[in-house]
């Protein structure tokens, strides 16, 4: 990822259902950190909402987009 200064922001704009899909799932990955609760699979719409989501941040920062130009290309671990 390239370096930005401390001072530089992104900014994404959210409907209020995407917003909501993205509250619940950071809640739940930190409900998951710290007592080990499941994170509940995502509905087909929440899972394409922050899918969008990811994909304008990824491009906000720059940083390449983790998939292959097709089906058959294993993505790419972010972390």
């Known amino acids: ?3 930005m200064p401390e ?3 992104v900014v ?3 409907d209020r259902p ?3 899909s ?3 799932l950071i809640y739940n990955v930190g409900e998951h950190q710290a007592a080990g609760m499941p994170i509940a699979e995502l509905s087909t719409d929440d899972s394409a909402r ?3 989501v990811l994909r304008d941040l990824w491009r906000a920062l720059g940083v390449p987009l983790p998939y292959g ?3 058959d290309e294993e993505p790419r671990r972010r972390i």
Do not use: C, K, N, V
């Open 1 to 3: 990822m390239r370096d």
């Open 50 to 52: 922050l899918g969008r």
């Open 7 to 9: 001072e530089e922001e």
């Open 12 to 14: 994404l704009r959210l």
């Open 69 to 71: 130009g097709g089906p």
């Open 22 to 24: 993205l509250a619940d």
């Open 18 to 20: 995407t917003a909501a």
